[in-house]
């Protein structure tokens, strides 16, 4: 197997991310936040397993959805490959360069390449400057003198993102929030990326605005040939936007496979009970579909159980294994290895559903896993 050099070490590359052409290959990252305690002598006692050795590639051009409840690493993972956040071990390798061990002036650099869009688009855009301002940092931070002037380069974005060159003197209050969004993009597309973060970018948006920035964030996709990794709860978004998503659970990668894969034959018991959950507009077909139940509350990161960590809530071993079955289950970690070409399981028993799958036409407004 494929050896890289990671923090702890020579680590395998996970067959996740071992893809040649990948722009981006995340191999076992961990995010671990320390839990200290004492007045004085603060010492360890524990750890917050945010993200717990998830792994994948990106190609370019390519959009990795990551879906999941609540508190699943989806955010943390996105915001360790930018490096906004240190990873505590791993390797995050971005166009074959090594990025998880780089100091804030080597990142310098890279951040030309690697951009992020965040959930709230009110609270990332700083309320005293005028968006001119905003969308100009970039350049200014970077030391580049766009042709024609950072203003002309700005006014340029602002009108290809769909908003009024004019508005450049405006401040962020004075625009709605899905216009606030396009200046987040306009910010991002700045220095012209080949990978941008995007951390729930529609989540705070109508439904009909989400359709419009969802399908704005396509076109210049084709355009630019940038690269998405889009964190989001909503399965329809998803389902329109990514090319191959990656479905998380408590800090790890529960299944990896293409979209329409995943859609039409999931395999993961997770997976299954997140499709289960999404309303289709047929009361006919809806009748007839299993509504798979996850009971329980989430485990907490910071003591994770046994084995899988999905066994406590997990419908399929609390209904169907064997004594000899759940013991596995609960005494074994399953390794997110391949069960067909290019659809990788973290299950010891994952089974093909095409009864729980979405239809085509399943496509309606407020789809939610969380």
Do not use: W
Request: with cysteine; glycine share 8%; charged share 25%.
């Amino acid at each position: 197997m494929t050896t890289i050099q990671s923090a702890d070490g020579v680590a395998p590359i996970h067959p996740a991310a071992d893809d040649p052409d990948a722009l981006l290959a995340v191999n076992d990252l961990k995010v671990h936040f320390p839990i200290r305690r004492g007045i004085f002598f603060k010492r360890q006692v524990g750890a917050v397993k945010a993200v717990d050795g998830v792994s994948f590639s990106v190609r370019p051009g390519e959009t990795l959805g990551l879906v999941g409840e609540s508190g699943c690493g989806k955010t943390t993972t996105g915001r360790a490959i930018t490096r906004l956040i240190d990873p505590t071990s791993g390797s995050i390798r971005f166009e074959g360069q090594e990025v998880a061990r780089l100091g804030r002036s080597q990142m310098r650099p890279l951040r030309r390449q690697m951009q992020m869009i965040f959930q709230d688009p009110y609270s990332s855009l700083n309320p005293r400057h005028p968006i001119g301002t905003i969308v100009g940092a970039p350049f200014r931070i970077q030391g580049v003198e766009p042709e024609g002037g950072v203003k002309k380069a700005v006014q340029t974005l602002l009108e290809r993102v769909g908003l009024n060159p004019e508005h450049y003197n405006r401040y962020p209050h004075e625009f709605s929030g899905g216009q606030r969004q396009r200046i987040g993009l306009a910010r991002a597309l700045a220095l012209q990326p080949k990978l941008i973060v995007c951390d729930e970018p529609v989540s705070a948006l109508d439904v009909s605005v989400q359709a419009q920035v969802v399908n704005l964030m396509e076109d210049l996709q084709d355009e630019f040939h940038l690269a998405y990794v889009f964190v989001a709860h909503d399965l329809s978004v998803v389902r329109h936007i990514a090319d191959r998503v990656a479905v998380m659970y408590l800090g790890h990668v529960m299944e990896l496979t293409d979209r329409d894969v995943l859609y039409t034959e999931p395999m993961h018991p997770y997976t299954h009970a997140l499709m289960s959950a999404v309303p289709v507009p047929d009361p006919a077909k809806e009748n007839r579909r299993e509504r798979i139940l996850l009971k329980g509350d989430l485990p907490s990161p910071i003591n994770p159980p046994s084995g899988c960590v999905f066994h406590t809530r997990c419908a399929k071993y609390r209904e169907v294994l064997s004594d000899a079955e759940k013991e596995r289950c609960r005494g074994e970690v399953p390794v997110l290895e391949t069960k067909r070409p290019g659809h990788f399981v973290a299950c010891h028993y994952p089974e093909a559903r095409q009864d729980i799958a979405l239809a085509e036409d399943a496509g309606v407004e407020g789809e939610t896993v969380a």
